[in-house]
């Protein structure tokens, strides 16, 4: 893709796209399993598990720094040749188009289940992946606004639940470090699934028109995503206990019935309209991604064509997800392998530079 005026990136907005790449719809299910596991420590897990893209945005700093002008595609060539870097840069885009995949089916299922039963799953998806790929396919700098103006209209979902500490008690968190050392070890692990997302950097800091502020603003977005994690994880615990936590499917989306605004009749439904800003945002980011990525491959072949490619096949891949459970216990199981390779891939990369260069 060539770097076009209106494909260029400030600062904030590379700093946001960090933001709504880490954070998506993955954080309303996340108390839910992770307090199976370190119970009220859930969001001492959570803490732990910032490791990850604290992790991965050293080594996007570290790389962009040495190659700040080529992404991560182009480097994977560079040092492993053609061959090798295209299969393993095939490999990097399967994250992408599963993680676009499953909180696109998990956002249908929440949507189906809290507001829209009379919806179709099918009519849902249509509609859904319609709107992100249109919005992908605008570029990434529509996208950086668009993760701009997203932030500051979820944020008082983040804030109102201070207002409500009364109906609850921080009895709920304790004994801290009660469920022990092992657990929310463990809990840290599972939590590492829910922060993929900072990988996306690797392919867009060519865009950013200020280099010098890439450390800045990939250290700020990727600390405000883990705060945010824990928050939330923090206030479900702190309202629900660890026995109605590990109940919900979308335990924080119930805490959201707790807020008690004098104006608004049911704030859940105002809610899920914002938080719906989340969960696009995040589904356009990886659907951009892996558009990017196909584009590639087939060079020659428009933007356009790729995203009314992915359209039809991702609508009818997501039908596959439409039981939430089921959609649960297979991410579930893929996603361990998704993070391991992402890990190796990028501290190859990191390596490889380190040495060569």
């Known amino acids: 893709m060539s770097k076009a005026k209106t494909d260029v990136l400030t600062p904030s907005q590379f700093m946001f796209i960090l933001y709504g790449s880490v954070t998506g719809g993955g954080i309303l299910a996340l108390p839910n399993s992770l307090v199976k596991i370190s119970q009220q420590d859930a969001w001492l897990s959570t803490a732990l598990g910032g490791i990850y893209p604290l992790y ?7 790389i ?16 492993f040749g053609n061959f ?8 990097f885009l399967l994250p992408f188009i599963l993680m676009a995949l499953g909180i696109t089916a998990g956002y249908a299922n929440i949507i189906r289940v809290y507001s829209s039963e009379f919806l179709s799953p099918f009519k849902l998806l249509i509609f859904i992946i319609f709107v992100c790929l249109y919005t992908a396919h605008k570029g990434i700098n529509v996208i950086g606004k668009m993760c701009e103006i997203a932030f500051y209209i979820t944020l008082p979902l983040i804030i109102l639940p201070l207002f409500n500490l009364k109906k609850s008690s921080i009895l709920n968190l304790l004994p801290v470090f009660g469920s022990g050392f092992n657990n929310i070890l463990k809990g840290s692990i599972e939590t590492m699934y829910s922060y993929i997302g ?11 028109n200020d280099k010098k502020k890439i450390k800045r603003a990939t250290l700020i977005g990727i600390l405000l995503s883990i705060f945010i994690y824990i928050w939330i994880v923090f206030i479900t615990i702190y309202y629900f206990g660890i026995d109605v936590t590990s109940k919900s499917l979308w335990p924080f989306l119930a805490a959201s019935e707790i807020i008690d605004i004098p104006i608004i009749n049911n704030f859940r439904y105002l809610f899920m309209l914002s938080w719906s800003f989340i969960i696009l945002r ?42 939430e459970i089921a959609r649960r216990n297979f991410f579930g199981k893929i996603m361990p392998i998704m993070v391991i390779f992402l890990v190796i891939y990028v501290s190859s990369i990191a390596l490889l530079v380190r040495i060569k260069d």
């Open 64 to 79: 962009s720094k040495k190659y700040p002008n080529h992404n991560i595609l182009f480097l994977s060539k560079k040092y």
């Open 84 to 91: 090798l870097g295209n299969i393993f840069n095939l490999l």
């Open 198 to 208: 900072p990988e996306f950097l690797l392919l867009i800091y060519p865009y950013i």
């Open 282 to 323: 995040c589904i356009t980011i990886y659907y951009f991604a892996s558009a990017y990525i196909l584009k590639d491959f087939m060079k020659k072949v428009d933007i356009k064509k790729i995203y009314f490619f992915v359209y039809p096949v991702s609508v009818f891949l997501c039908m596959f997800f439409t039981n």
């Open 56 to 62: 991965m945005s050293v080594m996007c700093i570290y």
